[in-house]
């Protein structure tokens, strides 16, 4: 006899039914949102929105109460607040990326990604000059940011999550303070200690030691988050065997968490790879190609497309700045996307 498996029930779905009734219901809060306007003192786009937010919210809430239960109608009144909320905030993140990709496809040409500016000024033709300068600075610029930080913001993490010393608090403290300087004050920090007392000169070094002091607490907190993440019967196994405690962190706890470091990694990238305060301060925004980051200025990104606006005022000079910030737009969707990607990877 063969036995059939009963097939899960899920009463709380919405049927087909319910779901039409519901667009029937908004069409019609549509319409009477239309006639709102036309018969109120409310106009335009702000007042036809509001109009349909409350009539549509009204009508599915009427609608639950009558089919449902009091429960029912408060719980539609809620979701609508929170599509409201969820709408709000797509609105501005859909407009940036809009505008950044309509405006900056002008400015993109194969050219840009082989020359530099050095032959040539923003209010020039698209096609003459590039920002090869820029991308390269950048990448080093974040790449000895990130040799210094990496090792301070892992050591930090492990310093709360394994020692948990006397100092662990005040430096979680510090960690979590620093989250919130302003970027303008690491590159005043680096200017008045190191630039003007010591070296006398702006250098893409110095842009990495100020992108270093807003990259350490973002690694360092996703750090410390994904090191609590790995169980405690590792630590004990690895204690069990005789290890020391540093053979047992950096032999079982650091590999264990390896995916979670590299989302780390990748978040801190992300966090100062568009900074562009400090960067004016410190890095000097040369127009040429630097591999050099201990000697002379070296360009970037930012500074590339604050100086296409600034010093610009034609249409060329600001499709290049647009075409700058599509360049790193890209590279930021591309990190956080590969920070996405990891951290949904198992621990392991």
């Given at each position: 006899m063969q036995s059939t498996i009963p097939t899960p029930q899920t009463p709380w779905a919405t049927s087909i039914q319910q779901r039409l009734n519901t667009a029937g219901l908004i069409l019609l809060g549509?319409?009477?949102?239309?006639?709102?306007?036309?018969?109120?003192?409310?106009?335009?786009?702000?007042?036809?929105?509001?109009?349909?937010?409350?009539?549509?919210?009204?009508?599915?809430?009427?609608?639950?109460?009558?089919?449902?239960?009091?429960?029912?109608?408060?719980?539609?009144?809620?979701?609508?607040?929170?599509?409201?909320?969820?709408?709000?905030?797509?609105?501005?993140?859909?407009?940036?990326?809009?505008?950044?990709?309509?405006?900056?496809?002008?400015?993109?040409?194969f050219g840009m990604f082989t020359n530099d500016m050095t032959m040539a000024s923003v209010n020039?033709?698209?096609?003459?000059?590039?920002?090869?300068?820029?991308?390269?600075?950048?990448?080093?610029?974040?790449?000895?940011?990130?040799?210094?930080?990496?090792?301070?913001?892992?050591l930090t993490a492990l310093y709360l999550t394994e020692i948990r010393g006397n100092l662990a608090r005040p430096i979680k403290f510090l960690v979590q303070a620093m989250s919130g300087v302003p970027s303008i004050v690491a590159g005043l920090f680096i200017l008045s200690i190191l630039i003007i007392p010591v070296t006398q000169e702006l250098t893409g070094l110095m842009g990495s030691l100020a992108l270093s002091i807003l990259m350490i607490p973002t690694i360092a907190r996703t750090a410390e988050e994904m090191l609590r993440l790995i169980p405690n019967e590792l630590r004990e196994a690895g204690v069990a065997l005789g290890a020391t405690q540093w053979r047992t962190v950096s032999g079982v706890v650091v590999p264990a968490a390896r995916s979670g470091l590299v989302t780390a990694v990748i978040l801190g990238i992300a966090r100062i790879i568009g900074e562009t305060a400090p960067l004016l301060l410190v890095s000097g925004g040369?127009?040429?190609?630097?591999?050099?980051?201990?000697?002379?200025?070296?360009?970037?990104?930012?500074?590339?497309?604050?100086?296409a606006f600034l010093t610009g005022g034609t249409e060329e000079a600001y499709s290049r700045a647009w075409g700058g910030m599509l360049i790193l737009l890209i590279f930021i969707v591309l990190l956080f996307s590969l920070a996405r990607y990891l951290s949904g990877r198992k621990v392991a």
């Open positions: 549509a319409v009477l949102a239309g006639v709102a306007v036309k018969t109120t003192g409310l106009s335009g786009k702000l007042g036809f929105a509001v109009s349909f937010f409350v009539i549509a919210s009204l009508l599915i809430f009427i609608q639950q109460l009558r089919l449902r239960d009091l429960a029912a109608a408060k719980d539609s009144l809620l979701s609508s607040f929170a599509s409201l909320a969820i709408i709000l905030t797509l609105i501005p993140i859909i407009s940036i990326v809009a505008t950044v990709v309509v405006k900056g496809y002008k400015g993109i040409h020039d033709p698209v096609t003459a000059g590039g920002l090869l300068h820029a991308l390269v600075g950048t990448i080093m610029m974040v790449g000895v940011a990130l040799l210094i930080s990496f090792p301070i913001g892992l040369a127009d040429a190609l630097n591999f050099n980051p201990a000697s002379g200025p070296m360009g970037s990104l930012p500074y590339y497309i604050w100086k």
